[in-house]
């Protein structure tokens, strides 16, 4: 499993970095068979939501995407966390056997 990180057109502090880092981390927890995960943090178009986080994850078979427009890159972190936390559930009960 891998994690790749990327900032676009801006150079990220380590320490959202490493924020970034530990919250996307902890989406391991709902899926076992994540297979690699990317996150990609860019400037949004939005004037109220300036800061954009893509976040996506590949399992076999699938690959889950969650995209958040914020006014701060750890807020949309977040935000992309619990979407893809979201997804992840819906997509396990959805694909469970019984």
């Given at each position: 499993?891998?994690?790749?990180f ?21 989406i391991?927890?709902?899926h ?7 996150v990609v943090?860019?400037p ?7 800061q ?7 399992i076999?078979?699938?690959y889950l ?32 056997t019984?």
């Amino acid at each position: 499993m891998s994690t790749q990180f990327t900032a676009r057109h801006f150079h990220p502090s380590t320490q959202l970095k490493e924020f970034t880092l530990d919250a996307v981390d902890k989406i391991h927890t709902f899926h076992s068979e994540i297979s690699s995960i990317e996150v990609v943090l860019e400037p949004g178009q939005d004037a109220d939501a300036p800061q954009k986080v893509d976040l996506r994850v590949k399992i076999p078979g699938d690959y889950l995407t969650a995209t958040v427009e914020d006014e701060s890159y750890e807020k949309a972190v977040l935000e992309a966390v619990d979407l893809m936390t979201r997804q992840l559930r819906k997509f396990k009960t959805k694909h469970a056997t019984h």
